[in-house]
Nanobody
Framework: VQLQASGGGLVQAGGSLRLSCVASGSIFTVNKKNVMGWSRQAPGKERELVASITSGGSSDVADSVKGRFAITRDNAKNTVYLEMNGLKSEDAGTYYC???????????WGEGTLVTVSS
């Protein structure tokens, strides 16, 4: 399984960014269930789950970003998106795309993409 994240960058507080993650591998074949997600890690802090979405489209976001962030996916493109609006300084960090295979309990991680929020 390979996950390629992109879309990070420098944005002013209050601004928006859209992260994308293109996935490939055996867990993304037709009719296979999986859960894709976005986590973030700020310097000196633990990685935290920001949002997740199942292959069926059920999604969830962390309380800290509820109302500002949205996660979507395009199964035809094996791509998951994280739309981030109203960015705050505390949203800064490295964002990681993940994929979970419930059949094997394996979690896969992609390389992160850096989000910097200037005040």
């Amino acid at each position: 399984v390979q996950l390629q994240a992109s879309g990070g960058g420098l944005v002013q507080a209050g601004g928006s960014l859209r992260l994308s993650c293109v996935a490939s591998g055996s867990i993304f074949t037709v009719n296979k269930k999986n859960v894709m997600g976005w986590s973030r890690q700020a310097p000196g802090k633990e990685r935290e789950l920001v949002a997740s979405i199942t292959s069926g489209g059920s999604s969830d976001v962390a309380d800290s970003v509820k109302g500002r962030f949205a996660i979507t996916r395009d199964n035809a493109k094996n791509t998951v998106y994280l739309e981030m609006n109203g960015l705050k300084s505390e949203d800064a960090g490295t964002y990681y795309c993940s994929a979970y295979d419930p059949a094997t309990s394996m979690m896969y991680w992609g390389e992160g993409t850096l989000v910097t929020v200037s005040s």
